[in-house]
C-alpha cells in the first residue's frame, strides 16, 4: 500500500508526528522496548494497542494463506492502527518489529480518551484511521473472500452487508473467473452451497447469515452486553446514530443495535443533495460511515446483525431482548428502527430479490444494470435519487409512478432533473402487473391505467422505492401507535390515552417522549416525522437532551 498511495495523500494516510505530539502521547500509554522480530500484532487477534514508534522500526504486513505483502514500515514518531482499533475489532494485519527501538503502547480505552481530550492530535489520528480503512477496502485487503454470482440474491446480500459495514473483503464471480473450480474443490464447496465466505483464511461459511458473518468476523466482541446501560438506542439510521454521538459525547453510557448495517434507509441513498452543509451531495453510506466513526470515537458501543425481538416494559430499568434471548438493561431507550421497504403486490416480486430486484439504488447495485435499461418505481424523494444516480450508468431508467405527475411527493430540484434527462422516461398512471424470468429477472409488463394498453419490455433490473411499513411488531403494544402502526409521541398522546396506558408521572410526555416515560421514538418510525434526514438527526440529537431530564427524576 505504501507505494500505491498517491504522495499528497500518503502524509495523512501514514503521518509523522513532532516530538511535541510524541511527548503528550507518553501520557496516555507506556513506553516499551521492542526487538527485532518481535510479532506486536497477529491478523485475527484483538485490537487491542495503538504502538506509537519513538525509535526502532515497525512493519505492517497483509498475510495470504502462503505469503506476506508489505504494507508499510512505521519509523519514529509514526503510529500502528486504523478503523477497527476503534471499535475493538480483529485485526486485518500483522505488525512486526524489523528493528530494534522502542514504542508507546496505548491501550485502546485510553486511545478513545485521547481522541476525546486532545483536539490536535485527535484529528491527525482519526483522519489516518479512516484513510488507511479506505485503502485496505480499496485494495480488498481484507480477511474474508467472498464467492458468489452476480445473479445469487445472497451474493448481493452479503456483499451489501460487508459494504455497508466498511468491511475490507475480496470478490471472486464464480461466472467469469475461469479458474475458481480448484478453489472451490479445496475447500468442498458445492453449487448449492453459494454464496460463499471464507473468513480469516480458514473458515467456510456457506450461505451465511448476517450474524453468522458478524460472528466470524468479530464484529461485536469487544461490546459487553451483560451490562447495564444509560441508554439503548435501537436502530443505526440517521437518528439514531445522531443520539449515539450525542449521548456517548455528552458521556452517557450508550449502545446502539442495529440489524444489518449503519445508515437505515437513507444509507442505500445514492446522493443525499438536500443535507446541510453538503453543497455538492453525499451518498447516505458516506454520511452514515462517518456519523459511525464519531458514535465509536466518544466511546458509544455499536452491535450489528442483532435483532431486536422484545421490549420487556412492565417495570423499570427497562431491557430488550435480542436474538438467542439474552437481555440488555436500559435506563433509558430510543426507538429509532425505522421503517422496512414496502413491497407492492406483485406476482413473483420476492422471487426475484436481489436478482433483479432492488431497494437500494448504490454503486454496487449501479454496476449490476450498466449500460442496461432499468425501472424504477415510487414518486418520492428515494425514488427520484435513484433514477438520477442510475441515469449516469444504465442505457436508459423508467420511472413508473401510478399518479399524475411527481408534484406531491417529490422534491422540485430532482424533479427538474428528471424532466430535464433524455436518459429518463416518466411513465405517469402506469403500474406494473408482472415479472417475468428464470433465476433472474428477465422483462417486466405494465399497464397505462387511462388507456388500458398493456407492455411488455426486456429490462432486468427493477428497483422498488415504494415507501415503507415502521418496524414496530416487536414492541408487542408496550407503546402507542398510530392506525399504520408508527409510534406517538408527545402532544399526539391525548389524556385519555394517557390514562389507558397507565402514565405514572404527574407531568405530561416530552416532546418526542411515548407513552412510556423513559422511553423515546425518532426519525421514520415515529408517527408524524418528517421522513427526512435532517429532521431525524435533529430528532435523534434532541431526544438525547430529553433522555437526560428523565435520568435526573
Not at 226 to 253: F, H, K, N, W
Amino acid at each position: 500500500m505504501t507505494t500505491e498511495v498517491r504522495a499528497e495523500r500518503s502524509d495523512h494516510v501514514f503521518p509523522t508526528l513532532v516530538p511535541e505530539h510524541v511527548a503528550r502521547l507518553a501520557a496516555y500509554g507506556e513506553r516499551r522496548h521492542i526487538t527485532t522480530g518481535e510479532i506486536l500484532l497477529d491478523p485475527g487477534a484483538t485490537a487491542l494497542h495503538c504502538w506509537v514508534v519513538v525509535r526502532g522500526t515497525i512493519e505492517i504486513l497483509r498475510e495470504t494463506r502462503d505469503s506476506e505483502t508489505l504494507i508499510h514500515r512505521h519509523g519514529p514518531g509514526q503510529f500502528t492502527g486504523e478503523a477497527n482499533l476503534l471499535a475493538g475489532r480483529r485485526s486485518l494485519v500483522r505488525v512486526r518489529v524489523v528493528e530494534d527501538g522502542e514504542v508507546i503502547a496505548i491501550e485502546r480505552a485510553q486511545l478513545l480518551r485521547l481522541l476525546q481530550t486532545d483536539a490536535e492530535i485527535g484529528d491527525i489520528v482519526m483522519r489516518a484511521f479512516i484513510l488507511r480503512r479506505a485503502e485496505l477496502i480499496g485494495r480488498g485487503y481484507g480477511d474474508a473472500v467472498l464467492l458468489g454470482s452476480a445473479h445469487c440474491a445472497g451474493t448481493l446480500r452479503v456483499k451489501e452487508f460487508l459494504t455497508r459495514n466498511g468491511h475490507p473483503f475480496q470478490s471472486i464471480d464464480l461466472d467469469n473467473d475461469a479458474g475458481v473450480q480448484e478453489l472451490l474443490d479445496t475447500f468442498g464447496i458445492k453449487p448449492g452451497d453459494i454464496p460463499v465466505l471464507i473468513c480469516r483464511c480458514e473458515i467456510v461459511l456457506r450461505n451465511p447469515t448476517n450474524e453468522a458473518i458478524a460472528d466470524c468476523l468479530g464484529f461485536n466482541e469487544a461490546v459487553d452486553l451483560d451490562q447495564m446501560r444509560d441508554l439503548v438506542i435501537i436502530g443505526a439510521g440517521p437518528s439514531g446514530l445522531a443520539a449515539a454521538v450525542y449521548a456517548a459525547s455528552e458521556g452517557l453510557d450508550a449502545l446502539v443495535i442495529e440489524t444489518t448495517a449503519p445508515g437505515g434507509q437513507a444509507g442505500s441513498s445514492s446522493r443525499i443533495e438536500n443535507y446541510l452543509g453538503f453543497p455538492n451531495g453525499i451518498s447516505g453510506q458516506e454520511l452514515a460511515a462517518r456519523a459511525w466513526n464519531q458514535a465509536q470515537k466518544f466511546g458509544a458501543g455499536i452491535v450489528v446483525a442483532k435483532n431486536v425481538t422484545r421490549l420487556l416494559c412492565d417495570r423499570r430499568p427497562y431491557s430488550v431482548e435480542v436474538d438467542g434471548g439474552q437481555r440488555i438493561g436500559a435506563r433509558a431507550i430510543i426507538l429509532a428502527s425505522g421503517a422496512r421497504y414496502r413491497k407492492p403486490a406483485l406476482p413473483r416480486l420476492t422471487e426475484f430479490e436481489g436478482a433483479g430486484v432492488y431497494y437500494g439504488a448504490t454503486f454496487m447495485e449501479g454496476q449490476l444494470c450498466k449500460n442496461e435499461e432499468v425501472a424504477v418505481v415510487g414518486g418520492g424523494n428515494s425514488a427520484g435519487q435513484a433514477a438520477v444516480f442510475l441515469s449516469t450508468i444504465a442505457k436508459h431508467v423508467h420511472v413508473f409512478v401510478r399518479g399524475i405527475g411527481l408534484a406531491d411527493s417529490m422534491s422540485r430540484y430532482l424533479i427538474r432533473r428528471i424532466e430535464g434527462n433524455e436518459r429518463i422516461t416518466l411513465r405517469t398512471e402506469t403500474e406494473l402487473i408482472a415479472l417475468d424470468g428464470k433465476q433472474h429477472l428477465e422483462s417486466l409488463s405494465w399497464r397505462h391505467s387511462p388507456t388500458g394498453e398493456t407492455t411488455q419490455a426486456p429490462i432486468r433490473h427493477l428497483f422498488v422505492m415504494t415507501g415503507a411499513d415502521p418496524s414496530t411488531d416487536w414492541l408487542e403494544g408496550c407503546v402507542l401507535t398510530d392506525e399504520r402502526g408508527f409510534i406517538r409521541t408527545g402532544s399526539d398522546l391525548t389524556h385519555d390515552d394517557l390514562d389507558g396506558a397507565g402514565w405514572p408521572l404527574a407531568r405530561a410526555p416530552h416532546t418526542l417522549e411515548t407513552s412510556l416515560p423513559g422511553i423515546f421514538a425518532v426519525g421514520d418510525v415515529r408517527s408524524g416525522s418528517m421522513k427526512r434526514v435532517a429532521s431525524a438527526v435533529g430528532e435523534g440529537a434532541a431526544a438525547v437532551a430529553l433522555v437526560h431530564k428523565t435520568l435526573r427524576e
